[in-house]
């Protein structure tokens, strides 16, 4: 159950897009298409804003799109605002009924 | 209004238990998969174990096993965490989260219990 790979860090300015990588093996994001990505700013429980690696729960802006290709999954914020400075995080099923997160990855709105 | 509130944190010396609870409100509890998650400080989330419906499917994170036991009660709209054994590692904000569809959906969290492992 190694962690998926995502960057440390990523930053843009307001009004542009970003896009944040989610590296994983053919055991999880390759193989499946149970990729969910979490929004959480400090002090506050992960908020869902990507499952099944492209689908928006009602509510979540579409400003925020999600993607996948072989084993690399992908989280793009379009139009960066302000609120959107926070922690990232992928997941995915993986094999044997387990689940594995991303490392994280910090934005920072310049 | 779906709410979950984790309780039972609190300060654990190495090697001793700890029970965390979840009680649930604003659903049919026993239609959802549950789901425990774990963040230690300043670091990232980790999946802990998760548990059906009816209670007939539980899994655990390898390092996890043998140490943690998650449960429910759906009569009483609670999930539960039975840690065992615990190190200082275990240090860690613990969130319970309901999966909307059985696939990991993790649309409702709680706000979290914090268990400080420590002598």
């Known amino acids: 159950q190694s962690p998926l790979t995502q960057p440390p860090s990523v930053s843009g300015s307001p009004g542009q897009s970003i896009t944040i990588s989610c590296s994983g093996s053919?055991?999880?994001?390759?193989?499946?298409?149970?990729v969910s990505w979490f929004q959480q700013h400090p002090g506050t429980a992960p908020q869902l804003l990507i499952y099944?690696?492209?689908k928006r729960p009602s509510g979540v802006s579409d400003r925020f799109s999600g993607s996948k290709s072989g084993s690399l999954a992908s989280l793009t914020i379009s139009g960066l605002q302000a609120e959107d400075e926070a922690d990232y995080y992928c997941n995915s099923y993986s094999t044997t009924y387990t689940w594995v997160f991303g490392g994280g990855t910090r934005l920072t709105v310049l | 209004e779906v709410y979950l509130a984790e309780s039972g944190g609190g300060l654990v010396r190495p090697g001793g238990s700890q029970r965390l609870s979840c009680a649930a409100s604003?659903?049919?509890?026993?239609?959802?998969?549950m789901y425990w998650v774990r963040q230690a400080p300043g670091k990232g989330l980790e999946w802990v174990a998760s548990?059906?419906?009816?209670?007939?499917?539980?899994h655990y994170a390898d390092p996890l096993k043998g140490r943690f036991t998650i449960s429910r009660d759906n009569a009483e709209n609670s999930l539960y965490l039975q840690m065992n054994s615990l190190r200082v590692e275990d240090t860690a904000i613990y969130f319970c989260a309901r999966d909307l569809y059985g696939e990991g959906i993790l649309d409702s969290w709680g706000q979290g219990a914090l268990v400080t492992v420590s002598s």
């Open positions: 099944d690696v492209n």
């Open positions: 548990i059906s419906g009816d209670s007939n499917f539980i």
């Open positions: 053919s055991d999880d994001v390759g193989r499946y298409n149970y």
């Open positions: 604003g659903f049919t509890f026993s239609r959802y998969s």
